[in-house]
């Protein structure tokens, strides 16, 4: 992509109707338009960093067997009576709306009715079992305060997935096998050392423990209290005595942190698949209820996190597995020789950036650093005589002159 055709550009000036960095550097470097309060759209550069967190995401899903399907967001209401959620109380931050008809309807906040509902048609027998099944799909929540930039919103993007098992060993094999690709998930996106997996309120679902994958940032949310050595972390509502030595945890060894959750699983039980009368047949040809779990990402959400944490007082530096772009090519007067490089590096298989804008240098510099691309080529008269490019990691102060012929095997390690 040549920067001048790209309809976006960088701006100097911060938002003033936002306070989270993350918004802040996205909106500023033209990754991210504001709609409304917790409702963004993605940019084109944006949008290129949301498309590589979905396709890790995908890639580790479809690795522990995921079968990935598209649910509609439009729900219902039936369904949901069925579980004696549609009138809940606890589920207050549900959109609902009706068609002309009068019907009412939900709009998709979760999918654990639809999901039941729909593989209804396909289950009968053990043998059909275990099977996972996940979608990558637009959540809706009418939060009463949408803060945080992408980390709390009221249109965000998500991965849901759901098992389904015979018996609560099976669902225990399936369900650590995809907590164990969430942590290949977070350690792709630069945030493995930091992401713990968290004890948490398994809530209306099970009286066991769910799990949070919280990333400790200043800016979360969460209390958490980490055993460092044990690389496993409680969270703070459920922080007694008693739970503590369920999990073999003690208190004098446990560091408070914040944290965001980036992610998080259940054990759903059999409380959907009987409620809405899903059985299946053992080897004796008897009914038995299916065990479900589900498990979730906040896709959009870890965009933000990310921006949080790899960014800097001159802007945003992604790690090299989301970034927009691999190379940020910068021609300071050298055109027709920037030209040959950025074709070079396209025919390579190397996505670049390419900054032919006809700006001082020093705009060109400072909305490169914004953008936060991993690599900085820079190629001018200087560099020229100096016998090359300018090579520089946005993460790193130093540069380096590469000679033209050598750029392409580099980047491409």
Not at 148 to 159: D, P, Y
Request: hydrophobic residues 40%; negative net charge.
């Amino acid at each position: 992509m040549k920067q001048s055709r790209l309809f976006t550009k960088t701006s100097k000036t911060v938002p003033a109707d936002e306070v989270s960095k993350n918004a802040q550097l996205l909106i500023q470097a033209g990754f991210i338009h504001k709609e409304m309060a917790g409702v963004y759209a993605y940019m084109p550069l944006g949008l290129r960093v949301i498309e590589n967190i979905k396709r890790i995401v995908r890639e580790e899903m479809n690795g522990v067997g995921g079968q990935e399907v598209l649910m509609t967001t439009l729900q219902p209401k039936d369904i949901w009576e069925k579980t004696d959620r549609w009138s809940d109380a606890k589920v207050d931050n549900w959109f609902k709306t009706k068609l002309v008809n009068g019907t009412e309807l939900g709009v998709g906040l979760t999918h654990e009715e639809p999901i039941v509902d729909a593989v209804s048609n396909y289950v009968s027998s053990y043998k059909d079992m275990p099977f996972a099944v996940y979608q990558i799909q637009n959540k809706f929540r009418n939060e009463l305060r949408a803060k945080s930039g992408l980390l709390r919103g009221r249109e965000f993007l998500m991965k849901d997935m759901y098992t389904f098992c015979r018996d609560q060993k099976q669902h225990e094999e399936e369900y650590e096998k995809i907590v164990a690709a969430y942590f290949k998930v977070y350690t792709r996106l630069g945030l493995g050392d930091i992401t713990y997996r968290t004890y948490a309120d398994g809530g209306i679902f099970t009286p066991r423990f769910s799990d949070e994958f919280q990333t400790l940032s200043e800016v979360g949310e969460d209390n958490i209290y980490v055993d460092e050595d044990k690389k496993i972390a409680i969270n703070e509502e459920i922080l007694t005595d008693e739970n503590l030595a369920k999990l073999g945890l003690e208190r004098k060894k446990l560091v408070q942190k914040k944290g965001v959750e980036v992610g998080n699983t259940f054990h759903l039980e059999s409380k959907y698949t009987d409620a809405l009368d899903l059985y299946y047949n053992d080897e004796k040809g008897e009914k038995k209820s299916i065990i479900m779990g589900c498990y979730g990402i906040g896709v959009s959400r870890l965009m933000g996190v990310i921006a949080e944490l790899f960014a800097d007082e001159k802007g945003l530096m992604w790690p090299a597995s989301i970034a927009p772009f691999a190379v940020h090519l910068v021609s300071l007067g050298q055109d027709e020789q920037a030209e040959k490089i950025y074709a070079d590096l396209s025919a390579a298989g190397v996505e670049v950036l390419f900054d032919d804008r006809d700006v001082s240098a020093g705009e060109k510099f400072a909305g490169s650093d914004l953008i936060g691309i991993p690599y900085r080529v820079v190629i001018s008269k200087k560099s020229l005589e100096a016998g090359g490019v300018e090579l520089k990691k946005r993460s790193e102060q130093a540069n380096e002159i590469i000679a033209i012929k050598d750029l392409i095997s580099l980047l491409k390690k």
